[in-house]
């Protein structure tokens, strides 16, 4: 008797052990759990709040941007040597300003880097288009349009010239001058017989939209690419893989189009694509490396020209000015960068398109320039993508890295 109450002792001590160590168990999974479930809340938090930084420090990196642009103090010209652009941040056809260029304070553990791209400095596709009517009109009237080119035509066969510099075939604008035809005829109706290259005047013959009953044309400012995706959509002209190789010299500019590039701020091959002589255009290169280059500076310039003389460049003088009207800027920001490798981080990016005015304003007994900058886009996305290593030297500029802008 006593031997079995020693015995049923022991199995109660056993269970209770075996009970403890079951609580044990559960209490330790219990608190590791909830340690896991605290240091996981931890670091969701500190990524969201990394994360709110990135986006705040990139959105930053725009109104600096737009403060640039706003600066500008010459409403005549504009140039990489004004306020807008930094000297010490100019690389290629890119205004860069790293860390803020001193303008602001930059945290420590965290980098930002600006770009304003001039949009005037690019071909713009719309241009391609007959501005009216007549002008449409007399393009078709022409046996041979290089023979004396009307001004869409002269920016068409620029395009032509851009495209065949980046390897993509110059015939190619035919398939678009071909759209723009297509979308006339919609609008106009179909040019009469006698304008298909017997050199005779060509009449339109009545609208066909408006020949129908309660059916008014659209305005023809609603007749324009709004970006460069959407080129894609033209019949044999480009493919998506070509967008990236042309997205540094050709933009899609809305409506109000400005009808010049800027000499200043344009590319060698834009330059050499619209003015054809490449003595003046290393001459226009080398002056405004000096001071910005004026209208009438670079009409003297092009008068001196030979290819003036060049029916297919005899629009030239028209084509290229002095001013933008248009900037693209983008920033990358990136925060929480380790350290020891300098590596790291969370990292976002914006990208905004802005037209920019000259707004006179009346001050006591002079008048003072200002600037209206209207927003056209907006855009923001993950990643550094100013920081990305560049794709090479063969015409991929920096701008071609992020998806198309939208105007």
Same mark, same amino acid.
């Given at each position: 008797m006593h031997r079995w109450g020693e015995h049923k002792r022991d199995n109660e001590r056993g269970a209770a052990l075996l009970l403890a160590i079951a609580v044990v168990a559960l209490l330790t999974i219990t608190v590791s759990e909830f340690f896991f479930s605290a240091e996981v809340d931890s670091r969701m938090a500190r990524n969201s709040v990394h994360s709110l930084q990135a986006s705040l420090l990139a959105r930053s990196g725009i109104a600096i941007g737009e403060a640039l642009l706003a600066k500008d103090e010459d409403p005549v010209t504009d140039s990489f040597l004004e306020e807008w652009c930094p000297a010490q941040a100019r690389e290629g056809m890119?205004?860069?300003?790293?860390?803020?260029?001193?303008?602001?304070?930059?945290?420590?553990?965290?980098?930002?880097?600006?770009?304003?791209?001039?949009?005037?400095?690019?071909?713009?596709?719309?241009?391609?288009?007959?501005?009216?009517?007549?002008?449409?009109?007399?393009?078709?009237? #022409? /046996?041979? +349009?290089?023979?004396? $080119?009307?001004?869409?035509?002269?920016?068409? =066969?620029?395009?032509?010239?851009? %495209?065949? !510099?980046?390897?993509?075939?110059?015939?190619?604008?035919?398939?678009l001058d071909q759209y723009w035809s297509q979308l006339y005829e919609v609008y106009f109706g179909p040019l009469s017989p006698a304008g298909s290259g017997s050199g005779a005047a060509?009449?339109?013959?009545?609208?066909?939209? #408006? /020949?129908? +009953?309660?059916?008014? $044309?659209?305005?023809?400012?609603?007749?324009? =690419?709004?970006?460069?995706?959407? %080129?894609? !959509?033209?019949?044999?002209?480009?493919?998506?893989?070509?967008?990236?190789r042309i997205r540094s010299v050709v933009t899609a500019i809305g409506w109000p189009f400005q009808a010049q590039i800027n000499a200043n701020t344009a590319s060698r091959e834009v330059l050499q694509a619209i003015i054809g002589d490449s003595e003046v255009v290393e001459t226009l290169i080398a002056e405004r490396q000096n001071q910005p280059l004026t209208a009438a500076t670079v009409v003297t310039m092009l008068n001196s020209s030979g290819t003036l003389q060049d029916p297919q460049y005899r629009n030239s003088r028209v084509m290229v000015g002095a001013r933008s009207n248009v900037f693209w800027i983008r920033a990358s920001a990136v925060v929480n960068i380790d350290p020891v490798t300098g590596m790291g981080g969370v990292s976002r990016s914006a990208e905004m398109v802005v037209r920019r005015e000259p707004r006179p304003v009346q001050q006591g007994a002079g008048t003072l320039h200002r600037w209206k900058l209207t927003r056209?886009?907006?855009?923001?996305?993950?990643?550094?993508?100013?920081?990305?290593?560049?794709?090479?030297?063969?015409?991929?500029?920096s701008g071609e890295r992020s998806s198309d802008v939208r105007f």
């Open positions: 890119a205004c860069q300003i790293e860390d803020g260029a001193g303008l602001v304070q930059i945290p420590e553990g965290m980098r930002l880097r600006v770009e304003i791209w001039d949009e005037s400095a690019k071909i713009n596709v719309n241009l391609t288009r007959p501005q009216n009517q007549n002008e449409w009109r007399l393009g078709n009237m #022409a /046996a041979d +349009p290089r023979s004396a $080119p009307q001004r869409y035509q002269s920016w068409l =066969f620029a395009l032509g010239r851009v %495209l065949q !510099a980046r390897g993509i075939g110059e015939d190619l604008i035919l398939a060509a009449t339109p013959t009545p609208p066909s939209l #408006a /020949a129908t +009953p309660g059916a008014t $044309p659209p305005p023809l400012t609603t007749l324009y =690419f709004s970006s460069l995706d959407e %080129l894609v !959509a033209v019949n044999g002209f480009l493919r998506s893989s070509d967008l990236p056209l886009y907006w855009q923001k996305s993950g990643g550094a993508i100013l920081f990305r290593p560049d794709p090479g030297d063969s015409g991929e500029a």
